[in-house]
């Protein structure tokens, strides 16, 4: 599995976001509070929704584990921050060069591709981790229990 890589340009989101780590996870509330105020957000500039991972800036990736906290978004693009709802924030997602990973299958089957990302791929890679965002782009029709499901995985990277 070899990514594409790729170099973003910042982007502006509107979503909801929680506190949780791996161990308390609180992915699916996320997701169930976020999709039914989706449709107030007037200035869409795309039509992937960002579940995207801030991690603090001080944080060595070989110390995370399954109690590390950190921050989870779910969210869409806007052309702009105005108007934005009062249930929902806005955030600047930095731009940046990334390694993407086209992942197909259950959200629960994932792990073995981040194995591979972190404890393969990127130590054999001409790049290292970078502390920026780290994000999955999913179109309308994912659902995470469906083995046919594709997401884009965003890792942030730079030249070593």
Same mark, same amino acid.
């Given at each position: *599995?070899?990514?594409?890589?790729? *170099?973003? =340009?910042?982007?502006?989101?509107?979503?909801? %976001?929680?506190?949780?780590?791996?161990?308390?996870?609180?992915?699916?509330?996320?997701? %169930?509070?976020?999709?039914?105020?989706?449709?107030?957000?007037?200035?869409?500039?795309?039509? @992937?929704? @960002?579940?995207?991972?801030?991690? &603090?800036? %001080?944080? %060595?990736?070989? &110390?995370?584990?399954?109690?590390?906290?950190?921050?989870?978004?779910?969210?869409?693009?806007?052309?702009?921050?105005?108007?934005?709802?009062?249930?929902?924030?806005? !955030?600047?997602?930095?731009?940046?060069?990334?390694?993407?990973?086209? !992942?197909?299958?259950?959200?629960?089957?994932?792990?073995?591709?981040?194995? @591979?990302?972190?404890?393969?791929?990127?130590?054999?890679?001409? !790049?290292?981790?970078?502390?920026?965002?780290?994000?999955?782009?999913?179109?309308?029709? @994912?659902?995470?229990?469906?083995?046919? =499901?594709?997401?884009?995985?965003?890792?942030?990277?730079?030249?070593?």
């Amino acid at each position: *599995m070899e990514p594409r890589i790729e *170099m973003l =340009s910042e982007r502006k989101l509107v979503g909801i %976001s929680a506190q949780m780590s791996l161990a308390k996870d609180k992915t699916v509330e996320l997701w %169930s509070s976020f999709m039914p105020v989706r449709k107030l957000i007037k200035n869409k500039a795309g039509t @992937y929704f @960002y579940s995207m991972q801030v991690y &603090d800036k %001080s944080l %060595s990736f070989s &110390d995370f584990n399954p109690q590390t906290a950190f921050t989870k978004w779910a969210a869409i693009e806007v052309s702009n921050f105005d108007k934005i709802p009062d249930c929902l924030q806005a !955030y600047t997602l930095q731009g940046g060069l990334y390694a993407v990973f086209t !992942y197909k299958g259950r959200a629960r089957d994932f792990a073995a591709t981040w194995q @591979y990302i972190f404890g393969q791929w990127l130590p054999a890679s001409a !790049y290292e981790l970078d502390q920026r965002e780290h994000f999955e782009l999913l179109d309308e029709k @994912y659902d995470p229990n469906d083995p046919e =499901s594709e997401e884009e995985v965003w890792i942030p990277i730079r030249k070593r």
